[in-house]
């Protein structure tokens, strides 16, 4: 084929039909999801540093401040996003995906479809590609300013499909203090850097106030240091009964306020 192919992270100079198949996919997804301005996936390869939680509460903190925003839970073998919030919808059929709303977020996530929490999913990558793009192409969702995605963990099956599939405005990374988070934090930007994702800058969770770990993803990826979340125990207790952190607490909203002024400025 002449001439450079483009499929968004990559061009390419010639397709072989695997390729040109992506290519497909990516854009029955995006006709998709074009009533959707911005895309932004909270993400780190560490597993357990707060990536949902902030995804949740950057949600709401866009929502509370009038945007219209969507939550999608990519996190599709460990979905945690309706636990966060409480929600025990169990969609009755399966297609097309209608997400529900809760306090105005349209929300989505895998535990829809699992009636039971000690259910694992359990994929092998072939089977994890082939639920994201489904879980894409099937997917209604309304006129939204923002989709938040909760990444999972890691940089193979999952990432790597939702990277390929979806066009990210970019990643918001998230660390905590600690080395062992920030290296692993890296990875991931470096590896969203490779595929042409871009990186909107890097939050951290459980901080004593001063960017740690942060600075350090921050200062090795050359991206912004958005701002920090405080260790704080309300995080735990308000998310184990469902309850959403910042429309709950004014000093949480005030930290994630700090955090997606930056971002809707980028
Ligand atoms: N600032 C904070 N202070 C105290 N606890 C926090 C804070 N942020 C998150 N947590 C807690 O840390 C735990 C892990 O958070 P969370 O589930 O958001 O991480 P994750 O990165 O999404 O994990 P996973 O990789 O398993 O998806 C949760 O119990 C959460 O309540
Ligand atoms: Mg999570």
Redesign the pocket.
């Known amino acids: 084929m002449d001439g450079d192919v483009d499929i968004g992270a990559y061009k390419v100079k010639s397709a072989h039909p695997s390729i040109l198949g992506v290519i497909e996919q990516r854009k029955n997804i995006k006709e998709r999801l074009s009533k959707i301005k911005h895309k932004i996936g909270i993400y780190?390869a560490k597993?357990?540093?707060?990536?949902?939680?902030?995804s949740v509460n950057i949600a709401y903190a866009l929502s509370s401040m009038g945007y219209k925003v969507g939550l999608l839970d990519a996190?599709i073998d460990?979905p945690?996003v309706t636990m966060f919030l409480g929600i025990k919808d169990i969609f009755e059929s399966n297609y097309p995906l209608k997400p529900v709303v809760k306090e105005g977020v349209e929300v989505l996530s895998t535990a829809m479809f699992v009636d039971d929490t000690r259910t694992p999913i359990v994929w092998r990558g072939p089977m994890i590609g082939k639920m994201v793009r489904e879980f894409f192409e099937n997917s209604e969702w309304g006129e939204l300013d923002y989709l938040i995605l909760?990444m999972?963990?890691g940089t193979s099956d999952s990432p790597l499909s939702i990277i390929q599939l979806l066009e990210l405005d970019g990643f918001v990374l998230?660390t905590t203090p600690q080395r062992i988070a920030s290296v692993n934090t890296i990875r991931s930007g470096v590896m969203a850097k490779r595929l042409g994702v871009a990186l909107l800058g890097v939050v951290e969770?459980?901080?004593d106030g001063k960017p740690k770990g942060a600075q350090d993803v921050a200062d090795t990826l050359k991206c912004e240091v958005l701002g920090v979340?405080?260790?704080?125990?309300k995080?735990?207790e308000l998310?184990d009964r469902g309850e959403i952190p910042v429309l709950s607490d004014p000093e949480i909203m005030k930290e994630f306020n700090g955090i997606i002024s930056k971002l809707v400025n980028t």
């Open positions: 780190s597993g357990g540093v707060g990536k949902t939680t902030v996190d460990c945690n909760d999972p963990p998230v969770t459980m901080s979340v405080k260790e704080n125990k995080f735990g998310s």
